[in-house]
């Protein structure tokens, strides 16, 4: 993930990337019609896109049947809700602030499939989010393969990607997160800025953890991500992009994915079109 001055910089070889909903946006609305530019063009009932923009549902048509997740990724099963339990013990114990990051990381080594988990610059409270969100993207498997977890960018990914946010090295299944920009009054700036769909740290991690979801797909050989990659979005595409998600959802194949990943993952809805090019461009339901 790039912040926004800086997002037309060259993209190293790995994927950056952020983005979860927090899950109050509701899509179901922009489901069914076709764009307009004024209210009065439409005979039927208009709808305003999250991020501006409208569409016309036109009379006797109906945005029932949109496409749907089967819930919320992050409503915590009995297992999960046991471990976020242990993470507030954590928190609310008067332990140093060194312990607290060990024994954060050691819920989630212990309870996800993540071997290595580096929180040591985060605060306890961002090593508390980071291990919340985890738990629960775990509950329902969403982190099979994902080999580690850092606070902080590594040398490389400074080197080569400068701008850097957050990133998702996929040569190593891996996800890097910058403890400058995991806060949610940023979140909540990008977001109001139509830079994210999503106002949370939790879409920020979620938004990676798509990134994953979508490398599997294509280590898994039911996707070629170097196609997806070259294939660029079309000029109705990144309107669609920009208006049900964010700007940076408009600026590549791999962010748009990633981002529907993180509202999907958060219980939010696409429209029929924008879940249509989800599929297309391999992305997989969160639940």
Not at 107 to 136: G, I, W
Request: hydrophobic fraction near 30%; aromatic fraction near 6%.
């Amino acid at each position: 993930y790039r912040t926004p001055a800086k997002e037309e910089a060259p993209e190293e070889e790995n994927t950056g990337g952020l983005f979860g909903s927090n899950g109050d946006t509701d899509f179901r609305s922009l489901a069914e019609g076709y764009p307009i530019s004024d209210r009065s063009e439409c005979d039927g009932q208009v709808i305003e896109g999250p991020r501006g923009g409208l569409r016309c549902i036109p009379p006797g048509e109906s945005d029932s049947e949109s496409d749907t997740t089967d819930g919320d990724v992050n409503a915590p099963n009995e297992e999960s809700a046991e471990q976020i339990n242990r993470i507030n013990e954590i928190m609310n114990d008067d332990m140093a602030d060194w312990k607290k990051r060990d024994e954060l990381s050691n819920v989630v080594k212990d309870n996800t499939p993540v071997a290595s988990v580096r929180f040591d610059d985060f605060t306890p409270e961002q090593a508390s989010q980071v291990s919340e969100t985890l738990v629960r993207l775990n509950a329902t498997n969403q982190l099979e393969g994902l080999n580690g977890v850092t606070s902080g960018l590594s040398e490389s990914t400074k080197e080569s990607t400068p701008n850097a946010a957050h990133v998702y090295k996929a040569s190593r299944a891996s996800i890097e997160l910058s403890p400058e920009y995991l806060d949610e009054e940023q979140a909540q700036e990008w977001a109001e800025s139509g830079h994210l769909a999503g106002d949370s740290v939790d879409h920020m991690i979620a938004h990676e953890v798509g990134h994953h979801r979508h490398f599997e797909q294509d280590r898994a050989g039911e996707i070629n991500m170097g196609e997806i990659k070259d294939t660029e979005l079309t000029p109705q595409e990144e309107m669609m992009a920009e208006q049900e998600l964010s700007t940076y959802a408009a600026t590549s194949t791999r962010e748009f994915v990633a981002e529907a990943y993180a509202v999907k993952a958060a219980g939010g809805e696409l429209s029929g079109p924008v879940q249509d090019m989800y599929e297309d461009f391999g992305g997989v339901e969160p639940v």
